[in-house]
């Protein structure tokens, strides 16, 4: 293994320690909820190809029957599909819950056992955001992270297949811009984390600002000191908005570059296939369900993002936890 791959690795394995930690202590309902998202997946690639079917036996005046077939079938294929996004959507989502219920569990603990001049050294707003805010990302990044890393990994083992089997050509086309991803992914991770971790720290500033507002309410009114106040209330929040829209700057520019990168594919697919309708090379049918393919590729190129998004928020708050919970207490034990 490489130098820079193995510091990658170990940069990894640090920084997803508590995700990695709650995953496997909820392993059971986790894998429960994976296996019936990939049983979702793996339905999804059947519409289009029904789809085909149905227009080609349109196109060539089959009898009616075999469209009530192929409509019975869609009808079968829809109904098992709300069956598992229920039960996925119960194991990933409450998995989660309990994983940010047992990490507020064990920061509230840390706390209490640690000494006052710990609490002299620390703003109490910070200690509220880091409770409420940075766990909330872990869990976001234990829930709704994993759920779309995992839809878009099966979506691009499946959808690609699917289209594979319909023709080779095509497919090949469609996804000759996908090499530009995977440097666009890398570039704006960074920035995403980077951003993330500026934002919380201001919000765990603006929190603590307020709660020593309220804390020292009757200070404040007895020394005339309330514009003063809601001055450095202002001047924080305006700070607080300021990192959020450069955060969203990033964060908007995601999604819209990777469905533009697969629109190109969609730009070939109708010069390419068009012509091979025109030419009777390629049937109707297929060339509608290559079109309904290529849509359902936009979402996990956007789901790419968004997961990078739960797992840079999640990794930012992370090391703000970590960062309380690795200080030792000087309470004497008695």
Not at 69 to 94: E, K, N, P, T
Not at 97 to 115: E, W
Request: aromatic share 12%; with cysteine; proline share 4%.
């Amino acid at each position: 293994m490489s130098q820079p791959l193995k510091k990658w690795r170990e940069r990894l394995l640090t920084e997803s320690s508590f995700l990695r930690h709650y995953l496997w202590k909820y392993r059971k309902p986790v894998g429960i909820g994976l296996a019936a998202l990939l049983i979702v997946d793996i339905l999804e690639v059947i519409p289009p190809i029904l789809m085909k079917e149905a227009i080609d036996v349109a196109v060539e005046r089959k009898p009616l029957a075999v469209l009530g077939w192929i409509a019975g079938a869609y009808f079968a294929v829809s109904f098992l599909q709300g069956v598992c996004r229920y039960i996925w959507r119960m194991y990933l989502i409450r998995s989660s819950m309990r994983s940010a219920r047992d990490l507020r569990q064990r920061f509230a603990d840390h706390l209490f056992g640690l000494s006052a001049s710990f609490f002299d050294r620390r703003r109490i707003g910070d200690l509220m955001s880091l409770a409420t805010n940075d766990v909330e990302a872990v869990r976001m990044a234990i829930g709704a992270g994993l759920l779309v890393l995992a839809d878009a990994l099966f979506y691009f083992i499946t959808v690609p297949l699917a289209m594979y089997f319909l023709s080779p050509k095509l497919t090949l086309l469609a996804f000759i811009p996908l090499p530009l991803i995977p440097w666009f992914v890398m570039r704006n991770e960074k920035e995403v984390h980077a951003r993330f971790e500026r934002v919380q720290r201001s919000f765990g500033k603006l929190a603590a600002l307020t709660q020593e507002g309220l804390a020292g309410i009757r200070v404040v009114k007895g020394f005339a000191r309330e514009d003063a106040q809601l001055g450095r209330l202002a001047e924080a929040g305006r700070e607080y908005i300021r990192l959020n829209l450069d955060l969203a700057r990033v964060q908007s520019a995601f999604g819209p570059t990777l469905d533009f990168t697969m629109s190109l594919g969609m730009v070939l697919l109708l010069y390419v296939g068009g012509g091979g309708v025109m030419s009777d090379a390629v049937t109707l049918g297929t060339f509608v369900a290559f079109q309904r393919y290529i849509q359902k590729m936009v979402w996990p190129m956007a789901a790419v993002g968004l997961a990078i998004t739960y797992y840079q928020r999640a990794v930012a708050s992370s090391g703000r936890l970590k960062e309380v919970l690795a200080i030792g207490t000087d309470v004497p034990e008695s």
